[in-house]
Structures are given as structure tokens and as C-alpha cells.
T-cell receptor
Framework: DGGITQSPKYLFRKEGQNVTLSCEQNLNHDAMYWYRQDPGQGLRLIYYSQIVNDFQKGDIAEGYSVSREKKESFPLTVTSAQKNPTAFYLC??????????????FGPGTRLTVT | QKEVEQNSGPLSVPEGAIASLNCTYSDRVSQSFFWYRQYSGKSPELIMSIYSNGDKEDGRFTAQLNKASQYVSLLIRDSQPSDSATYLCAVIAYGSGNTGKLIFGQGTTLQVKP
């Protein structure tokens, strides 16, 4: 059963702690993305990776870090430097490219609350 | 000016009616356009993609693209209460190369009344 999994579904952390969100896909997709969604707002791109061992900053990368050691996995670390970490975090992967642009599919998300 | 704009709504339609959701974008040479449906508390689900001017139909959904006027719309025929959700418009801008970077609108909330 192919898809994208994110864990955990809910995460609670104290301010000042780093936390790592997991994202795994078995769709054999090359490109993977991390987005953040705040209440009543659209999605904002944090980081993306088009190939193993390579990744680029998105629009709001400050306070976040990623790694891409395997094609299937793209974990996101929310560091203590992120000023407003409480949000809904969404991982996506991009399917076969039609022309130059393919469709992105999302995992179920991780809701992070930092107090 | 926001790059992708949607009316936040809520848009309220009676069951069985046609719901019309609109999206405008600022990058004149944007190439690819997507509609996602997001139920409350859930992640977005891709429901339509469109790349060429004109209409694209899939079941009760029709996406319409007009690049000259820089808008893309989503029509939902025979609306059902289960269609009540937030609909996100997303665009890949020219110049993104092969990165596939999506720019999202804020979404339109649709309410279908039984």
C-alpha cells in the first residue's frame, strides 16, 4: 500500500527543546517537501529536496533543519531557534514529472504544540 | 499583491447546486495549477491538476484555466455535504525550473447545506 507516512500525529514539547518529525514515502518519488500550516492560512514551504543528499531552503527555513540520507526519508528538525514552532507540519512528495512539473501528494501531517 | 489569491469565504451552497471556486495568480507565465481539498484537521488531498487553457473534467469536478486572465477555477456539480471543506489553489511559477515549488492560496471554505 503506497503512500506517505508522518509520525507522530501529535507532538507536545517544551520551549527550548529540539524535536524531529518523521516523513517516509514508499512511492519511489525523488522530490520531497516540508510545509507548515498555521490556522486560517495557506501552506508555506520550509525545505525541499529533489535528490538524496541534497536539499534547499524554502521560504521560511530559519529555525529548521533537514536531512535526506535515503530516498524514502526526509526528517525535519524543529530547533529551539524557531520562534513560533506551534503549527501543523505537512510532508509531501512529488510524483512522476509530466513535462517539467509533477503533482505533489501529502502525508497525514504532524501537529506540533510547543509550550 | 499576493501571488495566489482566493476568497476565504465561507461559500455556502445548497445540496445539489454547483459550487464555483475561484483563484487568481500574479505570475503571468505560471505553468501548472492544482486544486487541493482539505477537511478540517486533515492534510490536503489533490483533486485536480490543469496545465492547458480550457476545461478539464473529472467526475463532478471541472477545473477551468484562463492564462490570459490569470485565473483558475474549480466547479463542483451536484454538491454534497461531504464536499464541505477548504479548497486550496496552488501554482507552480515559471522559473521554478524542475523544483516543483508550489505557491498556495489561503483557501476557500465551502459549506454545502443539506
Amino acid at each position: 500500500d503506497g503512500g506517505i507516512t508522518q509520525s507522530p500525529k501529535y507532538l507536545f514539547r517544551k520551549e527550548g527543546q529540539n524535536v524531529t518529525l518523521s516523513c517516509e514515502q514508499n512511492l519511489n518519488h525523488d522530490a520531497m517537501y516540508w510545509y507548515r500550516q498555521d490556522p486560517g492560512q495557506g501552506l508555506r514551504l520550509i525545505y525541499y529536496s529533489q535528490i538524496v543528499n541534497d536539499f534547499q531552503k524554502g521560504d521560511i527555513a530559519e529555525g529548521y533543519s533537514v536531512s535526506r540520507e535515503k530516498k524514502e526519508s526526509f526528517p525535519l528538525t524543529v530547533t529551539s531557534a524557531q520562534k513560533n514552532p506551534t503549527a501543523f507540519y505537512l510532508c509531501a512528495s512529488r510524483g512522476p514529472v509530466r513535462g517539467a512539473w509533477g503533482e505533489q501528494y501529502f502525508g497525514p501531517g504532524t501537529r506540533l504544540t510547543v509550550t | 499583491q499576493k501571488e495566489v489569491e482566493q476568497n476565504s469565504g465561507p461559500l455556502s451552497v445548497p445540496e445539489g447546486a454547483i459550487a464555483s471556486l475561484n483563484c487568481t495568480y500574479s505570475d503571468r507565465v505560471s505553468q501548472s495549477f492544482f486544486w487541493y481539498r482539505q477537511y478540517s484537521g486533515k492534510s490536503p488531498e489533490l483533486i485536480m491538476s490543469i496545465y492547458s487553457n480550457g476545461d478539464k473534467e473529472d467526475g463532478r469536478f471541472t477545473a477551468q484555466l484562463n492564462k490570459a486572465s490569470q485565473y483558475v477555477s474549480l466547479l463542483i456539480r451536484d454538491s454534497q455535504p461531504s464536499d464541505s471543506a477548504t479548497y486550496l489553489c496552488a501554482v507552480i511559477a515559471y522559473g521554478s525550473g524542475n523544483t516543483g515549488k508550489l505557491i498556495f492560496g489561503q483557501g476557500t471554505t465551502l459549506q454545502v447545506k443539506p
